[in-house]
């Protein structure tokens, strides 16, 4: 009986995305990629204070569209349950990180 093969370890995704509730109707992709894109993304956020959620799931769903798209209505509950992250970090970050 043979080794088992191990899973090939797949590159990093990180999206960024935006929303303004004023000009959007939806959340729009700002940025995505894999691997060096996706570490660069990653590193902007790190430097600019931005809080980052780290759901695989959601990052393969979200990596499949293109930056200025807005977010099917399928992942309008997960996408809105980061936000919720975002704005909670956010508000404990202004009283004292």
Do not use: W
């Not at 990180?14 to 894999?34: F, H, K, N």
């Not at 691997?35 to 980052?52: C, D, F, S, T, W």
């Not at 349950?81 to 704005?87: D, G, P, R, S, Y």
Request: hydrophobic fraction near 40%; aromatic fraction near 4%.
């Amino acid at each position: 009986m043979g080794k088992p093969e191990m899973p090939e370890k797949t590159e990093p995704k990180a999206i960024a995305l935006g929303y303004d509730r004023e000009t959007m109707s939806a959340p729009r992709v700002l940025a995505a990629g894999q691997g060096y894109i996706a570490r660069k993304i990653l590193e902007m956020a790190e430097e600019h204070n931005i809080p980052v959620e780290k759901d695989p799931v959601l990052a393969e769903a979200l990596s499949h569209l293109d930056p200025g798209e807005e977010i099917p209505p399928e992942l309008y509950q997960v996408v809105a349950e980061v936000l919720v992250f975002i704005m909670e970090t956010d508000k404990k970050c202004k009283k004292g990180c």
